[in-house]
């Protein structure tokens, strides 16, 4: 598609992504080096995309102009979350946040209105807002009630969709 490198490097924006339904990153530049795009991943075996299911916009891959060495660019950059035109969550970021409602059923000594606000406050886990730090505390709070199985779970689940902010307050990294 691209003959030309120099042509390619001189366009800007962005490339396009391909990405499972899960978040694993399979092509961070499809249209550059559409050599390594797959219909289903490698890791788990679920279809690709490469454009938000709502919108029909490209997902956002590496800036145009950046060069690559490794042999197979761009598979070690975590995919975004959110569509930048219509802002809705990709699959894989819908999919950890239902994840993470279910461990919030699994904490013990809450009410059904503890539950659902602590749930209402995951999307300030994932997106950078004004009340992510407290959303984090809440969160810390709690798993530290619920025990450290409930809690490695969690982590495991929003690690890598959570931003840094919501990270630093409930791992301290």
């Known amino acids: ?29 499809v249209r550059r ?9 490698d890791k788990c075996g679920a279809p690709t995309i ?6 029909n916009s490209p997902v956002q891959g590496l800036r145009m102009n950046t060069s690559f060495l490794a042999p197979d660019p761009g598979r070690h950059i975590a995919p975004r979350g959110f569509c930048y ?19 919030a059923d699994m904490l013990e000594g809450l009410s059904d209105d503890e539950r659902e606000k602590l749930k209402e406050s995951l999307t300030d886990l994932v997106a950078d807002t004004p009340r992510t730090a407290l959303a984090a505390t809440k969160w810390k709070f709690y ?12 982590k495991e689940v929003m690690y890598d969709i959570a931003v840094e902010a919501a990270k630093r307050g409930i791992w301290g990294s």
Request: glycine residues 6%.
């Open 50 to 55: 490469t454009n938000c299911e709502k919108c």
């Open 1 to 29: 598609m691209w003959s030309d490198r120099d042509e390619y490097d001189s366009l800007e924006g962005f490339d396009t992504a391909q990405v499972c339904m899960n978040g694993h990153m399979i092509n961070a530049c």
């Open 143 to 154: 798993l530290a009630k619920a025990g450290q199985f409930v809690a490695d779970g969690f």
């Open 85 to 103: 035109e219509c802002g809705a969550p990709y699959p894989w970021t819908k999919a950890r946040l239902d994840a993470a409602k279910e461990f």
């Open 33 to 41: 080096n559409p050599e390594f795009n797959q219909k289903c991943c």
